[in-house]
C-alpha cells in the first residue's frame, strides 16, 4: 500500500459506515502492509455483513472480514410463552 487512505462498505443493506487505515512503510513498496483500522462511524441499518475493501493505488485490493454485532444476520422473531392456564 502506497499511502494511508480509507475503506469502502459496500452492500449489507446500510449506510454511513466509514473507516480508515495507516500502512506500515518498508523500503520494499510491494511490502508495504496495513497496520491498522480504524472505525470513524459504524453507519447505521446494516441488515446483512457488507464487503469492506481498501481504497488505494494498488493492483490489488484488500478485503476484509467484517464480523458483525447485534442482530444482524439473524433471522429476527419472537417466541410467546403462556404461563399458567390458556382458557
Same mark, same amino acid.
Given at each position: 500500500?502506497?499511502? @494511508?487512505?480509507?475503506?469502502?462498505? =459496500?452492500?449489507?443493506?446500510?449506510?454511513?459506515?466509514?473507516?480508515?487505515?495507516?500502512?506500515?512503510?518498508?523500503?520494499?513498496?510491494?511490502? @508495504?502492509?496495513?497496520?491498522?483500522? =480504524?472505525?470513524?462511524?459504524?453507519?447505521? @441499518?446494516? =441488515?446483512? #455483513?457488507?464487503?469492506?475493501?481498501? !481504497?488505494?493505488?494498488?493492483?490489488?485490493?484488500? #478485503?476484509?472480514?467484517? #464480523?458483525?454485532?447485534?442482530?444482524?444476520?439473524? !433471522?429476527?422473531?419472537? =417466541?410467546? !410463552?403462556?404461563? @399458567?392456564?390458556?382458557?
Amino acid at each position: 500500500y502506497n499511502s @494511508n487512505s480509507f475503506l469502502i462498505f =459496500t452492500g449489507g443493506g446500510g449506510a454511513g459506515a466509514n473507516a480508515s487505515y495507516t500502512r506500515n512503510v518498508s523500503s520494499n513498496a510491494l511490502q @508495504n502492509t496495513i497496520s491498522t483500522v =480504524t472505525l470513524v462511524s459504524p453507519g447505521a @441499518n446494516y =441488515t446483512t #455483513t457488507p464487503v469492506v475493501t481498501a !481504497v488505494g493505488s494498488n493492483s490489488i485490493a484488500a #478485503t476484509f472480514v467484517v #464480523t458483525m454485532g447485534g442482530r444482524a444476520n439473524r !433471522v429476527q422473531f419472537e =417466541t410467546l !410463552v403462556a404461563l @399458567n392456564n390458556v382458557a
